[in-house]
C-alpha cells in the first residue's frame, strides 16, 4: 500500500476502531458484512469504483456520491466508515477495492477480538491452509477459477461447516473469492497474517524434521519476539524432507538452517 493509500486508509481504520471499541460482538460482525457486501458491489460495478478514486473529484464528492448510492441500504455506522474511506485519495480504482476489502476483513477481525477467539480463528485458518496444500486434487478444486464459485463455497462449508469458529468458515470462504485479487493458498496466508496483526503479533512460518517440544516453541518464539521488538506467533509446519534443523520465514527475513540446504549447498561446492 503506497503512502497515499495508507493515509486515506488509516482514517477509515481510526474511524472503525472508535466505532469498535464501543460496540458489541454480533454488532460488529454486521458492519463488517456490509462493509464487504460493498467491496462486492465495487468488484462488479466498475464506473462506481472509477468515480469514487477519481483524483479530478474532491474527496467530499466521492462521499456524497457514495452515500447517495448507499442511504437506507447499509447501517450508518458502516456507511460513515466508508465515507471516510472514499473521502482520501487513492492510487486507482483497483487500490480502493482492495482497501475496501481490507476494511470489511478488519472490521470481522475486529468483532472476533472482542470475542476472545482471533487465536483460535487465526490457528485455524492456518491448520486448514496446511491440509489444502497438502492435498493436490483439493487444492486444485478451490483455486480453480473455471469452476463456479458458488460450489467453491459450498465446498469450503462442507469441508469446514462446525469443526471450526464460524469467522473462520466466513474468512476461508472469501479467501476462496480471490481476497486482494490473490489466489486461494495466498489469500488464506493474507488472512493468517491479518489475524495476528490484529492482535500485534507478527507471523513466523517455521518449518522442522519433526515436531517441537513446547519448551522449544517457547524459546524459539521468546527469542524472535527479542528479535522483532513484538509478539511472534509460530506457524509451525513438520517436514521430514529437510532432514535436520530449521527453516523460520518471518515476512521477507528467511532464516534456513535446515540440513538439506546445507547438502545442497555441499553438492554445488563439490560440482564446481
Known amino acids: 500500500m503506497d503512502t497515499i493509500n495508507r ?48 483524483p479530478g473529484r474532491a474527496g467530499e464528492d466521492h462521499a456524497a456520491l457514495l452515500r447517495s448510492v448507499l442511504e437506507g441500504k447499509v447501517s450508518d455506522e458502516a456507511l460513515d466508515i466508508l465515507a471516510t474511506l472514499v473521502t482520501g485519495r ?14 470489511g476483513v478488519t472490521t470481522l477481525l475486529s468483532g472476533v477480538d472482542r470475542a476472545g477467539e482471533l487465536g483460535d480463528v487465526e490457528d485455524e485458518l492456518f491448520r486448514f491452509g496446511q491440509v489444502v496444500s497438502g492435498d493436490s486434487r483439493l487444492a486444485a478444486a478451490l483455486a480453480d477459477a473455471s469452476s463456479p464459485l458458488e460450489a467453491r463455497v459450498q465446498l469450503i462449508q462442507d469441508l469446514l461447516g462446525s469443526k471450526v469458529k464460524p469467522a473462520t468458515a466466513r474468512l476461508a470462504e472469501l479467501a476462496v473469492t480471490g481476497f486482494g485479487g490473490r489466489g486461494f493458498e495466498s489469500s488464506l496466508t493474507r488472512l493468517v497474517e491479518l489475524a495476528a496483526k ?34 511472534v506467533s509460530l506457524k509451525i509446519d513438520v517436514d521430514p524432507r529437510i532432514i535436520g534443523g530449521m527453516r523460520v520465514k518471518v515476512g521477507s527475513d528467511l532464516y534456513d538452517g535446515t540440513v538439506s540446504r546445507r547438502l545442497a549447498e555441499a553438492k554445488t561446492a563439490l560440482a564446481n
Open 198 to 231: 490484529q492482535r500485534d503479533h507478527s507471523v513466523a512460518y517455521v518449518t522442522t524434521a519433526a515436531p517441537l517440544t513446547e519448551a522449544d516453541e517457547q524459546r524459539l518464539a521468546g527469542r524472535l519476539a527479542e528479535l522483532y521488538g513484538r509478539e
Open 90 to 103: 487513492w492510487s486507482g480504482p483497483g487500490a480502493l477495492l482492495d482497501g475496501v476489502e481490507l476494511l
Open 7 to 54: 493515509e486515506s486508509y488509516g482514517a477509515a481504520a481510526d474511524k472503525l476502531a472508535a466505532f469498535a471499541a464501543s460496540a458489541d460482538v454480533q454488532r460488529i460482525g454486521a458492519v463488517g458484512e456490509e462493509i464487504l457486501a460493498v467491496a462486492g458491489l465495487l468488484g462488479r460495478e466498475r464506473p462506481l469504483r472509477r468515480a469514487l478514486a477519481d
